[in-house]
């Protein structure tokens, strides 16, 4: 029963972030890729991205806390976990091996 919500929040989360205007470029199990402009305030897009899917979510299971986690990058990677940031702690893109945009 759970996977069923999780497919059925995914999938709401996905409908709101089109709604919104994000291009979206892929799913894979449970991410979303979302194409996000380089011009625009990366950190700002990032927390929007993430409080749809948490609010979509959210509708299939009121009682439990939802959270999100993300990756800013040049394309999608495996296993990378930690997102890297500029001096003054602001999101920059992973780009392989370590390096940020």
Not at 18 to 35: A, L, P, S, T
Request: aromatic content about 8%.
């Amino acid at each position: 029963p759970f996977q069923g919500l999780a497919a059925d929040g995914n999938k709401l989360a996905i409908f709101n972030l089109i709604k919104k205007g994000y291009d979206i470029c892929g799913f894979v199990h449970d991410e979303v890729m979302v194409n996000i402009p380089k011009d625009c305030d990366l950190n700002d897009a990032v927390e929007e991205v993430q409080r749809i899917m948490c609010e979509s979510m959210q509708e299939f299971t009121p009682d439990v806390p939802i959270q999100t986690s993300s990756l800013l990058a040049d394309r999608w990677y495996k296993d990378v976990d930690d997102q890297p940031v500029d001096t003054a702690g602001r999101i920059v893109p992973y780009c392989g091996n370590g390096c940020a945009t």
